[in-house]
């Protein structure tokens, strides 16, 4: 495969990896959850951790020429669908209003006060986009992020691989860049209030089936 259409294919595959389900309703909780307006570095943080592991294994399979055992892909597919199950039924608390999350900033870290109806979980403090930083990495070490990998292994030169991987990546942090801006800052308050009840729903619904699939062999095959 030579340099240009590495790049060509780590571009369309990192656009259709982006618009996937379980990346779509991850990004929209996290970006609901954080209420920061700059909705665009939430997403532009998820790409980011996203792509970082991606690119790391990608480049020591292609330099050792191995494939990714199957148990590793099963543990971050397992571990993201319950990611998925939590961030769903946490949005989905939030609008029946039994879970409460306020956030204040204080030297430019957040201070996060959780209340479970009129019981305070507790009070939190955590930098600006690492949630959406840590679940970006997990997201990029299960699903068809393993396919990149093996796109990678595969090319014909090592420049070839680095330029599907680093195209790829790009594309991945650009997309849902733009889609956490769109949902944070176009959408009116009344469509979120609608969207979340879906994106939380699907999230969890994803998050069950692909956990449930793994382990159990049971449901369809989403990924």
């Known amino acids: 495969m030579a340099i240009t259409a590495a790049a060509i294919t780590g571009a369309v595959v990192g656009l259709r990896h982006s618009l996937e389900a379980d990346h779509l309703a991850a990004i929209s909780t996290l970006v609901d959850d954080r209420k920061t307006d700059r909705p665009g570095v939430v997403g532009a943080s998820w790409g980011v951790g996203h792509s970082l592991p991606i690119i790391a294994i990608g480049l020591v399979f292609v330099f050792l020429s191995a494939s990714l055992p199957e148990s590793v892909t099963l543990a971050f597919e397992v571990l993201a669908g319950l990611i998925l199950v939590y961030l769903g039924l946490r949005m989905l608390l939030e609008v029946a209003g039994l879970l409460t999350v306020e956030r204040h900033e204080h030297d430019g870290h957040e201070h996060t006060h959780v209340s479970l109806g009129s019981v305070s979980i507790g009070s939190f403090h955590t930098h600006v986009d690492g949630e959406s930083f840590l679940?970006?990495?997990?997201?990029?070490?299960?699903?068809?992020?393993?396919?990149?990998?093996?796109?990678?292994?595969?090319?014909?030169?090592?420049?070839?691989?680095?330029?599907?991987?680093?195209?790829?990546?790009?594309?991945?942090?650009?997309?849902?860049?733009?889609?956490?801006?769109?949902?944070?800052?176009?959408?009116?308050?009344?469509?979120?209030?609608?969207?979340?009840?879906?994106?939380?729903?699907?999230?969890?619904v994803i998050g069950s089936l692909l956990v449930t699939n793994e382990l159990l062999g049971v449901g369809p095959v989403l990924f």
């Open 135 to 204: 679940v970006g990495i997990v997201h990029g070490l299960a699903g068809s992020g393993a396919i990149v990998v093996a796109l990678a292994a595969s090319a014909s030169s090592v420049p070839s691989s680095f330029s599907l991987l680093l195209s790829f990546s790009i594309i991945t942090v650009v997309t849902m860049s733009v889609l956490s801006y769109l949902w944070g800052s176009v959408l009116t308050t009344r469509l979120q209030s609608a969207l979340k009840v879906v994106a939380g729903s699907a999230s969890f």
